[in-house]
């Protein structure tokens, strides 16, 4: 029976009630044992008297208890400025069930909370590793250069001016990962506001290939625009899109292999204009797949170091691609090639 009890109101009531049949209990056998006429009446009084004194003492010393202790846990729980008013509780609801669940859920958001915590502690210790490591070749590398100038190196008309422009490529790699860490965290921030408008992209896309032309050729990389739209409108901001497709074709050519291709294709739907930059080249083993857009990752690290990457491409073009409202994807096989896609808001 006493599982059934919700609320303080009923826990008083059931509680009065067997003190003022307890009452009628003893005043009936007290009556007995000294022989006296039983009052019927009399019983009745003490049973109304005792019950409704009972009922009031107890739920008086309840509620002041109950609300007390509530009142704490709820300041604990929600902090001072939500802690609730006395009259808040009502006593004759399940208050103590409310109060489990109210914990509880607070239970689950504040393990949710250490959860999150624990993981963005975790990335700011492996992101900061890897800044202190991207910047540290550099750097040692131009410290190097500059004491073996100081050392003797200026006078030497053999060295003097390879070591400046050695020491130069290393401040332009410092440079490029400044830069390129100081627009990823612009366009998180919200600082960075698009400049959308309506354009070209296949204009926009022929530039960037021109641009690659001679390089392809070093690689020995066909260029290939597999489409043939004059034009396609699309809104977005110019100089950010050029930046994704300088990326993602420049990745395709790092990672491409000699005589193969990079191809660019384009899908006039609905309302979206399908992108698509795809190679032939050495391909993204699954487990990286996903991780790939990652800050700094690099799946091959040997080889993206003798490219010169720094592993914030891919996540410039994630955060780009996103701050117009849309997603990139990948599918690759290792070995046979790459593709990235993605979509763009026609005008
Ligand atoms: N087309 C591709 N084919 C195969 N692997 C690729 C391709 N594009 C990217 N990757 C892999 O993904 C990693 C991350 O690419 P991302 O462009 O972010 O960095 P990066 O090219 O190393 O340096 P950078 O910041 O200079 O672009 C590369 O190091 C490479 O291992
Ligand atoms: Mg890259």
């Keep these: 029976m006493f599982k059934q009890i919700r609320t303080p109101k009923q826990f008083s009531l059931i509680v009065s009630l067997i003190l003022s049949l307890s009452s009628v209990f003893i005043s009936l056998f007290v009556q007995v044992i000294y022989n006296e006429t039983v009052h019927y009446t009399r019983l009745l009084l003490v049973a109304v008297v005792c019950f409704f004194i009972s009922y009031g003492v107890i739920y008086y010393f309840l509620e002041r208890l109950i609300t007390s202790k509530i009142r704490l846990l709820y300041r604990v729980i929600h902090g001072k400025a939500q802690a609730r008013d006395k009259k808040d509780f009502k006593m004759d609801e399940d208050v103590l069930g409310e109060v489990e669940k109210e914990v509880m859920n607070w239970g689950k958001e504040k393990s949710a909370q250490i959860q999150k915590l624990k993981e963005q502690e975790a990335f700011r210790r492996e992101f900061l590793g890897n800044l202190a490591h991207e910047l540290k070749t550099p750097i040692f590398s131009i410290q190097g250069y500059i004491l073996t100038l100081l050392e003797g190196g200026l006078e030497d008309e053999k060295i003097n001016r390879l070591f400046l422009e050695r020491a130069n490529k290393g401040v332009d790699r410092i440079a490029k990962v400044v830069e390129d860490l100081d627009l990823i965290?612009?366009?998180?921030?919200?600082?960075?506001?698009?400049?959308?408008?309506?354009?070209?992209?296949?204009?926009?896309?022929?530039?960037?290939?021109?641009?690659?032309?001679?390089?392809?050729?070093?690689?020995?990389?066909?260029?290939?625009?597999?489409?043939?739209?004059?034009?396609?409108?699309?809104?977005?901001?110019?100089?950010?899109?050029?930046?994704?497709?300088?990326?993602?074709?420049?990745?395709?050519?790092?990672?491409?292999?000699?005589?193969?291709?990079?191809?660019?294709?384009?899908?006039?739907?609905?309302?979206?204009?399908?992108?698509?930059?795809?190679?032939?080249?050495?391909?993204?083993?699954?487990?990286?797949?996903?991780?790939?857009?990652?800050?700094?990752?690099?799946?091959?690290?040997?080889?993206?170091?003798?490219?010169?990457?720094?592993?914030l491409g891919l996540s410039i073009v994630k955060h780009i691609i996103e701050a117009h409202g849309q997603t990139i994807s990948l599918r690759s096989t290792e070995g046979k090639g790459t593709v990235f896609y993605f979509s763009l808001k026609k005008v």
């Design 185 to 311: 965290t612009e366009i998180e921030s919200g600082r960075v506001v698009l400049n959308q408008k309506a354009n070209d992209i296949v204009t926009l896309i022929k530039d960037v290939v021109d641009s690659f032309e001679i390089k392809a050729k070093k690689h020995e990389i066909d260029l290939i625009l597999e489409f043939d739209y004059s034009e396609l409108l699309v809104k977005c901001d110019r100089d950010k899109m050029e930046q994704v497709f300088i990326n993602l074709i420049n990745n395709s050519i790092n990672y491409g292999v000699k005589g193969g291709y990079t191809k660019i294709r384009l899908l006039d739907a609905e309302e979206h204009v399908m992108i698509e930059v795809a190679d032939n080249g050495i391909g993204v083993a699954k487990e990286d797949q996903e991780r790939l857009f990652e800050r700094f990752y690099r799946v091959d690290k040997s080889r993206a170091r003798h490219e010169g990457g720094t592993g």
